[in-house]
C-alpha cells in the first residue's frame, strides 16, 4: 500500500510540475501553491480509499467532515457497517517548513493507531528534507507505539519539483 501512496504523490508532483511547464515558464514562483497542493493530496487520498471495500475515507476537503484530528484519515467498516478503525492517518504541514512547527503534528500522527501513516511536508532543498527525515525518524523510534504500523514520510523539494520519501516501520 505505501508504494501506492507514493505513486499517488508522485503523481500530482509531476502534474504540478507540467502546468508550471506550460502556463509558468520562467518564473521563479513556487510552481504548486500549497493551498491546491493540499487540497490536491486530500483529494488524491480520497478518491483512491474510496475504491477500496470497507474504507470510508474522511477529509477537511469535504465541508460536511470538517477537520476532526487528522488531515485526512481512512476509517474501515466490515460487511455490516461496523466501525473496525481507522486503517489511515494522513497529517499535511505546509505552512511551516521549521523542524519545530513540523513536530506538533508529527507527534499527532504518532499517536494514532492506524497501520498507516503518512506525513506530508515540503522543504526548498532535499539536504533539509534529509535533515528533518532524520529527525522524525528520531522522534519515532523514541515514542512508545502500541500498534504495529508503517510511515511514509513524504517531502515536496521545491528545487528539484519532486517529493523525496522515506519509509519507517514501527513495531511494538
Same mark, same amino acid.
Given at each position: #500500500?505505501?508504494?501506492?501512496?507514493?505513486?499517488?504523490?508522485?503523481?500530482?508532483?509531476?502534474?504540478?510540475?507540467?502546468?508550471?511547464?506550460?502556463?509558468?515558464?520562467?518564473?521563479?514562483?513556487? !510552481?504548486?501553491?500549497?493551498?491546491?497542493?493540499?487540497?490536491?493530496?486530500?483529494?488524491?487520498?480520497?478518491?483512491?480509499? /474510496?475504491?477500496?471495500?470497507?474504507?470510508? !475515507? /474522511?477529509?477537511?476537503?469535504? /465541508?460536511?467532515?470538517?477537520?476532526?484530528?487528522?488531515?485526512? @484519515?481512512? /476509517?474501515?467498516?466490515?460487511?455490516?457497517?461496523?466501525? @473496525?478503525?481507522?486503517?489511515?492517518? #494522513?497529517?499535511?504541514?505546509?505552512?511551516? #517548513? &521549521?523542524?519545530?512547527?513540523?513536530?506538533?503534528?508529527?507527534?499527532?500522527?504518532?499517536?494514532?493507531?492506524?497501520?498507516? &501513516?503518512?506525513?506530508?511536508?515540503?522543504?526548498?532543498?532535499?539536504?533539509?528534507?534529509?535533515?528533518?527525515?532524520?529527525?522524525?525518524?528520531?522522534?519515532? &523510534?523514541?515514542?512508545?507505539?502500541?500498534?504495529?504500523?508503517?510511515?511514509?514520510?513524504?517531502?515536496?523539494?521545491?528545487?528539484?519539483?519532486?517529493?523525496?520519501?522515506?519509509?519507517?516501520?514501527?513495531? !511494538?
Amino acid at each position: #500500500m505505501i508504494e501506492d501512496f507514493k505513486c499517488w504523490l508522485n503523481e500530482l508532483g509531476t502534474k504540478a510540475i507540467e502546468r508550471k511547464n506550460t502556463q509558468l515558464k520562467n518564473t521563479k514562483r513556487q !510552481p504548486w501553491k500549497n493551498k491546491t497542493k493540499n487540497q490536491d493530496i486530500k483529494k488524491i487520498f480520497t478518491d483512491n480509499g /474510496r475504491l477500496i471495500e470497507g474504507i470510508k !475515507p /474522511r477529509s477537511s476537503n469535504d /465541508r460536511k467532515a470538517r477537520e476532526w484530528l487528522y488531515d485526512l @484519515i481512512w /476509517r474501515e467498516y466490515d460487511s455490516e457497517n461496523n466501525f @473496525i478503525g481507522v486503517c489511515l492517518a #494522513m497529517e499535511i504541514e505546509l505552512s511551516d #517548513m &521549521k523542524f519545530s512547527g513540523l513536530i506538533y503534528d508529527y507527534n499527532k500522527l504518532l499517536q494514532s493507531d492506524s497501520k498507516y &501513516k503518512v506525513f506530508v511536508f515540503q522543504q526548498k532543498e532535499e539536504v533539509a528534507s534529509d535533515k528533518i527525515f532524520h529527525k522524525l525518524e528520531l522522534c519515532t &523510534k523514541k515514542y512508545k507505539s502500541r500498534v504495529e504500523s508503517e510511515f511514509l514520510l513524504s517531502c515536496w523539494c521545491w528545487n528539484t519539483g519532486t517529493f523525496k520519501f522515506k519509509q519507517i516501520e514501527v513495531k !511494538p
